[in-house]
């Protein structure tokens, strides 16, 4: 029996969203929830609200940024789960999750799958994605977020050292790009990763087009392509700031010097 853990990770009072969350409870689906920076009185209104699911584990931690609390969450991986997939608090699953899941890893050979998300009403995709499957390179990554990426769970049972960089993402100094970067380790260590056009998550739209609006958004990103493309990416940092030229919010001169801080940053990228 194929089983599926869904890892998800809250912050604060959005806790208490996480049970609108789960699929009616099931033998094969479990979840692991950590959150952070929740209130004592948050944590036990969330524990009284799952008390008839042992389906979910819940893990409570002090610490900030989303990066560490998919870390925490890939730690508690169950031995018997075969496939993972990441959420946040303000998602929603598809009713047929699981069956979506198990069906496209059954029909293809990839260790890592993405997939596509659509607007809380389900009537339109969040992104234009492709309509047919693929295999991801180095460039398809960069448009990947986490609530689209699944993994067999056995790679990360059996290579502890593939995590996400806990210096990249939401609520880390610099706050993106950490999608990649993991997808990237992935690849490296052997896994092959693909694409299919099946909606697992919904999600509320966001506004096309990110600004690019600080210092540390450009150096992140100068970061990412670094840890991905290596010394290309001194070329790919010029041809990445010509293209996001009209989504920068702030001093262009400023903007070219971050892309390349980024490269040059010294500290390892963990």
Do not use: W
């Not at 853990?5 to 789960?22: C, E, K, S």
């Not at 409870?25 to 008839?52: A, N, P």
């Not at 069906?103 to 799958?113: G, H, I, R, T």
Request: net charge neutral; aromatic share 12%.
């Amino acid at each position: 029996m194929e089983k599926v853990t869904f890892l998800v990770a809250a912050y604060g009072d959005r806790l208490l969203n996480v049970p609108d969350i789960f699929l009616k409870q099931r033998e094969e689906v479990s979840y692991i929830v950590v959150s952070q920076c929740t209130s004592k009185s948050t944590q036990d209104e969330f524990l009284k609200k799952i008390s008839q699911r042992s389906d979910v584990f819940s893990v409570f931690s002090d610490e900030t940024g989303v990066t560490k609390s998919r870390n925490l969450a890939i730690k508690h991986i169950p031995n018997d789960a075969s496939y993972v997939f990441f959420l946040d608090d303000d998602v929603e699953l598809e009713e047929f999750a699981y069956e979506r899941v198990v069906q496209a890893f059954a029909k293809n050979d990839y260790e890592v799958l993405t997939f596509s998300v659509s607007d809380l009403t389900g009537s339109r995709l969040i992104k234009n994605y492709a309509d047919k499957e693929f295999k991801h390179n180095n460039i398809s990554i960069l448009k990947v977020g986490t609530i689209e990426i699944a993994v067999k769970a056995s790679v990360l049972l059996e290579k502890p050292h593939i995590t996400f960089p806990e210096n990249l993402g939401a609520g880390a100094k610099y706050p993106l790009c950490d999608e990649p970067v993991f997808l990237n380790r992935l690849s490296k260590s052997g896994c092959k990763l693909g694409y299919v056009p099946e909606v697992i998550t919904r999600h509320p739209l966001e506004s096309s087009g990110k600004e690019i609006k600080s210092s540390n958004e450009m150096i992140a990103r100068g970061i990412a392509f670094r840890e991905i493309f290596g010394s290309l990416s001194l070329v790919l940092n010029v041809a990445f700031f010509i293209k996001s030229f009209k989504k920068i919010r702030y001093n262009k001169a400023l903007a070219l010097r971050d892309i390349y801080k980024g490269y040059f940053y010294n500290d390892q990228v963990y």
